[in-house]
């Protein structure tokens, strides 16, 4: 699964790497190197213009973590951080928003954990990677989102609706596949036009559109343990740390989404 990541970039940067056409200064988020579910993320969706109607492309916050519009409650969010690409297109929760509501969640890398021992004591432990693209390049993680309505606040109360996302992942590979077994998907430039557009619903063409990021071209690298906190934030969260001594505990490849 893909439960954790970093994205630091500033919406000003973000516009200007995703070609969008608004997004709204006062919405700005503060750079964050461990972002957790039910956080706030920054999305790129092209939705119409409420006054014009013409679709545009936004920059805009979003609640990691998908609600259906059918859902009885928000809380099933955190459950829903991740959708399979192999069965996205028809879940009930995602096939909607598969279909209309598709958007990039722009990443620096993201984080993965890997059973091993501890040196001298041989206890096993949780050690945190940080996989990113080899040539540090932003990932434009291929991500759904989608409205809810509290039924319980008026229709003009600006908590009424709650937008949420989540991470399309697929089977792990490369330098991500010896720490996981899955990973988050990638829109690579080319196709990030097709991937946002509403317009487009072929559910067969727009799967053809998802790869891994950066073309499998992924370094990964042993962080601190601080991540594992969702309390802990800063750059200080990327610095590498020694390769954890002797073997992994374990098997390494368990379910994940």
């Known amino acids: 699964m893909c439960g954790r990541y970093a994205s630091t970039r500033a919406p000003e940067d973000l516009a200007g790497l995703f070609d969008v056409d608004r997004w709204e200064p006062e919405q700005a988020l503060a750079p964050n190197y461990n972002v957790a579910p039910t956080d706030e993320v920054w ?4 939705a119409p213009d409420r006054e014009t109607g013409a679709v545009e ?13 059918w859902a009885k409650s928000p809380n099933v969010g955190p ?20 279909a209309k509501r598709r958007c990039l969640l722009p990443a620096d890398g993201f984080y993965e954990w890997r059973t091993a021992r501890a040196a001298g004591t041989g206890k096993s432990y949780k050690q945190p990677y940080f996989i990113t693209p080899e040539d540090g390049e932003i990932m434009a993680l291929a991500g759904l989102y989608e409205f809810w309505r ?24 490369d330098a991500a596949g010896r720490v996981h077994p899955r990973m988050p998907l990638a829109i690579t430039p080319g196709d990030q036009a097709a991937w946002l557009d509403p317009a487009h619903q072929d559910p067969d063409e727009l799967r053809s559109l998802l790869s891994s990021p950066a073309g499998g071209r992924l370094d990964a690298r042993p962080v601190s343990t601080a991540v594992n906190n969702v ?16 073997s992994p505990a374990g098997d390494q490849r368990q379910d994940g989404s």
Do not use: S
């Open 79 to 98: 459950k829903m951080i991740n959708a399979r690409v192999e069965t996205v297109h028809e879940k009930p929760a995602y096939r909607r928003a598969f």
């Open 43 to 46: 999305a790129v969706v092209e």
């Open 150 to 173: 509290d039924p319980e606040r008026d229709d003009g109360d600006p908590r009424a609706w709650w937008a949420t996302c989540t991470v399309i992942t697929t089977e792990a590979t």
């Open 231 to 246: 309390r802990n934030n800063g750059p200080h969260l990327l610095d590498p740390v020694p390769e954890p001594d002797g």
């Open 57 to 69: 492309r936004q920059l805009r916050p979003l609640r990691w973590g998908l609600v259906p519009f």
